[in-house]
Antibody, heavy 116, light 107 residues
Framework: EVQLVQSGAEVKKPGESLRISCKGS????????ISWVRQMPGKGLEWMGRIDPSDSYTNYSPSFQGHVTISADKSINTAYLQWNSLKASDTAIYYCAKHRTYMDVWGNGTTVTVSS | EVVLKQSPATLSLSPGERATLSCGAS???????LAWYQQKPGLAPRLLIY???KRAAGIPDRFSGSGSGTDFTLTISSLESEDFAVYHCEQYGSALPFTFGPGTRVD
């Protein structure tokens, strides 16, 4: 079964750093992009960026460029989304999804809460 | 950036009725790379339709997609109780960033 399993919920304070993960299984991890998608409370979906795990080439949405870092370790079939300094406005659910074009398999989501 | 608009924001229907959801793009979606996702509360989105009209694996045939260029439609021919959810459209054409519409709630 093709799966993306994400790391658990996080509660952080503003200014703290965070890295969340997305582990793929059941398929050749390096053959598909991994994208990260944000969903703020009660809102729609926003594409943040993507990574090609085969060579760690990345693209970012202009809305998120410079605020997050996407990385991957193909040896352990895992992609990451990282913040160096969280803001309260980063409170959201973050999904990873695999794709060549359309996003056919999604992770279970990681809830990030940033509050002082 | 391709901006997607979805209408209506909310669709109030009963089981057995037909649902017609629209997704409009600010510019032509290249190769008709338009997908529809279903999202239920507390769950991740699920792919329903890709390339504007192709059903994803395991999706019932009451779901159909149509359209091209800037205007796309998701039709649910006869609503089942499990179809009440939020539906998102997404374009994944040649120009980044990928973008999503704001969603249509079917209740």
């Amino acid at each position: 079964e093709v799966q993306l399993v994400q790391s658990g919920a996080e509660v952080k304070k503003p200014g703290e750093s965070l890295r969340i993960s997305c582990k793929g299984s059941g398929y050749i991890f390096s053959d598909y992009w991994i994208s990260w998608v944000r969903q703020m409370p009660g809102k729609g979906l926003e594409w943040m960026g993507r990574i090609d795990p085969s060579d760690s080439y990345t693209n970012y949405s202009p809305s998120f460029q410079g605020h997050v870092t996407i990385s991957a370790d193909k040896s352990i079939n895992t992609a990451y989304l990282q913040w160096n300094s969280l803001k309260a406005s980063d409170t959201a659910i973050y999904y990873c999804a695999k794709h060549r074009t359309y996003m056919d398999v999604w992770g279970n989501g990681t809830t990030v809460t940033v509050s002082s | 950036e391709v901006v997607l608009k979805q209408s209506p924001a909310t669709l109030s229907l009963s089981p057995g009725e037909r649902a017609t959801l629209s997704c409009g793009a600010s510019q032509s979606v290249s190769d008709n790379y338009l997908a529809w996702y279903q999202q239920k509360p507390g769950l991740a989105p699920r792919l329903l339709i890709y390339d504007a009209y192709k059903r994803a694996a395991g999706i019932p045939d009451r779901f159909s997609g149509s359209g091209s260029g800037t205007d796309f439609t998701l039709t649910i021919s006869s609503l089942e109780s499990e179809d009440f959810a939020v539906y998102h459209c997404e374009q994944y054409g040649s120009a980044l960033p990928f973008t999503f519409g704001p969603g249509t709630r079917v209740d």
